[in-house]
């Protein structure tokens, strides 16, 4: 059916919402879109649901599931009862007659394996029109998953210049992903994992803000680009957890391992397994652990005749990292360069497997002239001992291991002013008060600021 076509008028008039509540209208009746209606009816919403699909539209008029979904059918049906859900394919007279729009519809997988926005074009159009015969401010809530510019690069122009009407002031625009689990669906409507509100102005945030209060009175709000990436980030973190803990029970079956009891004792660990630590974007992991450990456990694998790629490629994606790092500082186009930050993380002069010095040892391979500087190190530090520790790995270190004293300085004045680029590999107060004392271009692999200083020229590896 063609939604330019449908036009289905509501059963009953919908022209006042209930004291409490507000007019939605909910665009595309699939497994988010059927679940929200429900539940934001429940809430004393008063409820379009709109569809392209005649057939969920007439069930769901009518009070009734149209997918397989607990407890959804009981919540349509009160919907329906109490007065506060109507259906229709007209989706201009339900922009028309609400104030805030929900946007559920389909983004398949395009040709090329990225997103299909051509559901979103269309919708976009009819919406604009009934934008376009009113004259009150109107919130248009996208809730699909979308690469991070869809909002604003195609559904927000697409709105204003059908409509005439300006955004910001006649209309505001939000990303407000779902965390639905199906078969759970309404029990995380009424307790999400949490709230994000993605809008362009402060109105917009305050409307969506208000509906979601009795479900989470403290929502994130943030930018509608953000938004997006969230809800791919969250997806493909639960497919990352999901093939992890798979490869783990590959491995630990022929071990003669219980992978459960493995796992159940991995997930108890809150501090450091399920929970924000190692989870910032920032440079690559060293030391003296993680990388053996990571070759040794794909190693386990191989002799046993199991598969593990995503283990397997983990040091493969540790040094795409240090080569990314590289890169940056070559396309600085500097000739000296200061380091800031030599063993693998701050507060330690281990120097095993040390992300800086793999960084070091190649640029100094470009031709470029390389200084340092570490709290915890200095020229006289002795590192034989841990050279013989890393005589199989560590290809930085071994490198610069007859080097290292002399490109260490113990004065961080010395390193700053003969650098042409600063490169901090650590984070931390005297760091960051010499960067700005010294105002030179900086690589910063740490997140050294939070929002850089005006005066200064800051490129992060994933900022």
């Not at 009734?64 to 607990?70: A, D, N």
Request: net charge negative.
């Amino acid at each position: 059916m063609n939604l330019e076509r449908i036009d289905v008028s509501f059963s009953r008039s919908v022209a006042q919402p209930p004291k409490s509540g507000k007019r939605i209208s909910v665009v595309g009746l699939g497994y988010v879109g059927a679940v929200s209606t429900a539940c934001l009816s429940a809430l004393g919403h008063s409820v379009i649901g709109v569809d392209i699909d005649a057939d969920k539209v007439d069930k769901i008029g009518r009070g009734l599931s149209p997918i397989h979904e607990k407890d959804l059918g009981s919540y349509l049906f009160q919907g329906v009862s109490t007065g506060l859900v109507h259906t229709t394919t007209n989706l201009v007279a339900a922009v028309r007659e609400t104030d805030v729009t929900f946007i559920s519809v389909g983004t398949p997988t395009a040709e090329d394996g990225g997103c299909d926005d051509s559901f979103i074009r269309q919708a976009a159009r009819r919406m604009a029109r009934g934008l376009r015969q009113k004259n009150s401010f109107h919130v248009f809530a996208m809730r699909c998953s979308i690469p991070p510019g869809t909002t604003l690069g195609v559904l927000a122009p697409i709105i204003e210049r059908l409509s005439g009407k300006k955004l910001g002031q006649d209309f505001g625009i939000c990303f407000n992903p779902e965390f639905l689990r199906e078969g759970v669906a309404i029990e995380d409507f009424y307790n999400p994992p949490k709230t994000v509100i993605g809008a362009t102005d402060a109105r917009t945030a305050k409307e969506m803000a208000q509906i979601y209060a009795p479900v989470d009175s403290t929502p994130i709000v943030t930018t509608i680009e953000a938004a997006e990436m969230v809800k791919y980030v969250d997806n493909v973190w639960h497919a990352a957890k999901v093939c992890f803990a798979n490869e783990i029970g590959r491995l630990c079956k022929p071990l003669g391992v219980d992978s459960h009891e493995v796992m159940e004792i991995f997930t108890q660990d809150t501090k450091l397994n399920l929970s924000s630590y190692y989870l910032k974007p920032g440079f690559a992991y060293g030391g003296s652990c993680l990388p053996k450990e990571v070759r040794a456990v794909s190693h386990m694998a191989q002799q046993a005749g199991i598969d593990v790629p995503m283990i397997a490629n983990l040091d493969r994606s540790n040094k795409a990292q240090i080569q990314e790092a590289v890169r940056m500082v070559l396309a600085s186009g500097a000739k000296q360069v200061g380091i800031l930050g030599v063993a693998f993380k701050p507060g330690t002069d281990d120097l095993r497997e040390s992300p800086a010095l793999e960084l070091m040892a190649e640029l100094r391979e470009a031709g470029l002239e390389v200084l340092a500087h570490d709290h915890a190190i200095s020229s006289k530090t002795t590192i034989a001992g841990q050279l013989a520790y890393v005589r199989h790995a560590s290809p930085g270190l071994q490198a610069l291991a007859g080097v290292l004293p002399e490109l260490l300085r113990d004065d961080l004045a010395v390193v700053t002013q003969h650098a042409e680029v600063l490169v901090t590999c650590h984070s931390g107060t005297e760091y960051r008060e010499a960067i700005q004392k010294s105002r030179k271009p900086v690589v910063d692999l740490v997140r050294l600021f939070a929002t850089a200083p005006a005066e200064l020229v800051v490129d992060g590896i994933g900022w």
